[in-house]
């Protein structure tokens, strides 16, 4: 079955633009994760949705960053006034949720390299 | 707070070597997850294996193995008989409590394989 995309795969923009990453996960996943990546580093979390909740948004920077998900599905992460230092790797995932066995494994999306000059 | 350390920022192997990959975490909790992902050189991020705390049997899945010992708190991973295609990043990763904040995964800075024919 397909797997977690993202779009759009690369974005040049310049600084104080907004931007806006989508992230469609696997079709009856439950619980959706925003990551960044800098170069060279491990992802580090951002933020994270049961169904439309957003429970835990502990890992957005600062108050530039903000995310939805309205429907359940589909998230949307969106950058305000970008500035050279948002530049990464932005990483969505998306896990089965609830209580089965798997439920906390993450499955990880191409990733939007966004660079902001 | 939790904390992953994968010492080796590079590995590089000939064809048909094994190759072992040390993770170290550090949690002040007695159940969590760990998990290990591979990073090709396409970008995308490839769920390897999650291991529950209290399992501590080691597993093996075709050439990849997984050696999990809570006494030394270390998940190594070992690529046996490696291939050309085996070459990627490997991150190790930990999350937090089942039942608490066990969706977010800390991320070790990765460890670079390079397998040459």
Redesign the interface.
Known sequence: GAGVSQSPRYKVTKRGQDVALRCDPISGHV?L?W?RQAL??????LT?FNYEAQ??KS?LPNDRFSAERPEGSISTLTIQRTEQRDSA?Y?C?S?PGLAGP?Y????????TRLTVL | AQKVTQAQTEISVVEKEDVTLDCVYETRDTTYYLFWYKQPPSGELVFLIRRNSFDEQNEISGRYSWNFQKSTSSFNFTITASQVVDSAVYFCALSEPPGVNDYKLSFGAGTTVTVRA
């Open positions: 619980s994760y990551y060279g580093q491990g992802p580090e979390f994270y429970q835990d890992g790797m990483r995932a896990s798997s906390n494994e993450q499955f990880f999306g191409p990733g």
